[in-house]
């Protein structure tokens, strides 16, 4: 009797263990462990793979610059920032000239935060989101993605994705993939601590990982993880989501055309993402023969092409072409 009530303690005392932890601090729910477990781990994938993208191009924390890689040839942008909650003006804006092909962000006199996607100086659109209650603290961190229609913009407030209502001026049109350079607003009555930008549209997910990691870095606890951003990780321009077949087409393209493919006037095939691709015209979904990024490196027998491709080098394997022609075939 006395071993079988012993075990039986045992047993009572495992389930607790299991449900409970720090039992002298309140007793914390296995599944808040469970949880914030899950959060170091999307981080310390995350944050490595962030910050070592070639879309990671413009970075100054407290007026200091660490990465400036711009102009940046996008279409496409992401931008993280934090910023005093008394400040007002225009905070940030990443243009091919001013009031065009711009993303900008900006803290209105009436308290609110206004993200803008400007076609021109009169056809724009913008969103309006109120700046956080004071008692949220003195910092507010804002991270926002710019894709390329004025209905793709999106917005996290202290890591918090917003419900945006989107107002229109003019005829706004889709973003260009031109050369872009970052321009930081001169704030009144606050300081900008810190800001990030990347030349594509980063995920949902990747700019609430940025922001709390921006924020936790100046000593600002007021960003949240918002567990709806979990799927939120869809084709990002090579920062997460790219299909396997996209990955092992795009190395083929990188490793044997990027020699000439890398200015304007040759084609630039930089950092070009698997939209981007289909948006120049360098591939139709499902039809290779008629995909200009395939029927060139295959010859003028498979399509309208010129000469094969690479010029002067031995012709791509017989892998490399099946993995570009598989990638555009499932699209």
């Known amino acids: 009797m006395k071993k079988t009530g012993l075990i039986l303690l045992i047993l009572i005392a495992s389930v607790l263990v299991l449900n409970f932890q720090n039992c002298g601090g309140g007793m914390a729910p296995l599944e808040g462990v469970v949880e914030q477990q899950s959060i170091v781990d999307i981080d310390a994938s995350s944050i490595p793979r962030l910050l070592s993208s070639s879309s990671y191009v413009y970075r100054k924390t407290q007026n200091t610059e660490t990465v400036n890689k711009t102009p940046a040839l996008s279409e496409t942008a992401s931008a993280v920032l934090v910023f005093d909650r008394a400040a007002t003006g225009t905070i940030y804006r990443f243009y091919a000239s ?24 009169s056809h724009y659109a913008y969103a309006d989101v109120p700046l956080p209650d004071a008692s949220a603290g003195n910092q507010v961190t804002v991270a926002a993605s710019f894709g ?17 209502t989107l107002q229109k001026v003019g005829s706004p049109y889709d973003f260009s993939y031109v050369q872009k350079t970052v321009v930081l607003g001169a704030l009144t009555g606050g300081t900008l601590w810190d ?38 990780t869809g084709d990002d ?25 890398n200015s304007s ?44 491709m690479p010029q002067g080098a031995a012709a791509l394997s017989a892998a490399d072409v099946a993995a570009v022609a598989a990638w555009i075939n499932g699209l």
């Not at 939209?275 to 003028?300: E, F, H, M």
Request: glycine share 10%.
């Open 148 to 164: 390329l229609a004025t209905s793709s913009m999106k917005l996290l407030v202290n890591g918090m994705k917003q419900n945006l």
């Open 195 to 232: 800001v990030a930008t990347f030349s594509q549209s980063i995920s949902g997910l990747d700019l609430n990982v940025m922001s709390r990691s921006m924020a936790n870095a100046l000593q600002v606890y007021n960003v949240a993880f918002d567990s709806s951003l979990i799927n939120d």
């Open 98 to 121: 001013a009031n065009t092909d711009e993303a900008r962000i900006s803290l209105e006199t009436n308290g609110m935060i206004r993200i803008w996607h400007i076609s021109t100086g």
């Open 237 to 261: 321009g090579g920062v997460s989501g790219d299909s396997p077949e996209f990955l092992a087409a795009k190395a083929v393209i990188d490793n044997n055309c990027l020699g000439c493919h």
């Open 265 to 308: 006037n040759n084609g630039d095939f930089r950092n070009l993402t698997q939209s981007q691709y289909i948006s120049k015209g360098l591939v139709v979904a499902k039809n290779p023969g008629a995909s200009k990024i395939y029927y060139r490196l295959t010859g003028a027998a498979a399509g309208p092409g010129p000469a094969n």
